[in-house]
């Protein structure tokens, strides 16, 4: 996973070997990447990984990093969706039995985790036309 990302990343050299600047950051900007008609809307569903969608789209899996970068997701484990099951056992640590109701107060912590996974659930992608257009300018301005 990490080698296709970092495949167009600059090398440093640490102590006497070369590493990859892992610190450098590609954002979409300019003629297209800000154009919203270079973009259709997906809905990650329960369990869905950014390589599952990449496959479903682009036919490659290894094309992730483009789902990523489209939606400025800097951070996977933060920006993407958990599984519902994560949710469930992360919200049953706010309880003392570990029984919560089905979010129906707006102060119940498992409806409040639900809607904030729920919104990661709403990406874009860059239209498969689009996709030599960026791989070529990724290569020419790295």
Same mark, same amino acid.
């Given at each position: ?6 495949? +167009? ?6 102590? %006497?070997?070369? #590493?990859?600047? @892992? ?6 900007? $300019? ?44 951070? +996977? ?6 599984? %519902?099951?994560? #949710?469930?056992? @992360? ?6 039995? $570990? ?44």
């Amino acid at each position: 996973m990490a080698d296709n990302y970092f495949k +167009f990343s600059d090398t440093v050299n640490v102590s %006497d070997e070369d #590493v990859k600047d @892992i610190f450098k950051r590609i954002v979409f900007k $300019g003629k297209f990447f800000d154009d919203n008609s270079s973009y259709d809307d997906f809905k990650v569903m329960d369990g869905m990984t950014p390589e599952s969608v990449a496959r479903n789209i682009y036919g490659s899996a290894s094309l992730y990093w483009v789902i990523l970068l489209s939606n400025g997701m800097q951070d +996977f484990l933060y920006d993407w969706p958990i599984l %519902d099951d994560v #949710v469930r056992k @992360i919200a049953s640590k706010y309880y003392a039995d $570990g029984n919560f109701d089905t979010g129906q107060d707006e102060d119940d912590i498992y409806a409040i985790l639900v809607a904030e996974n729920d919104a990661k659930r709403d990406i874009k992608y860059l239209k498969k036309s689009r996709l030599s257009e960026l791989i070529f300018e990724l290569n020419k301005s790295l």
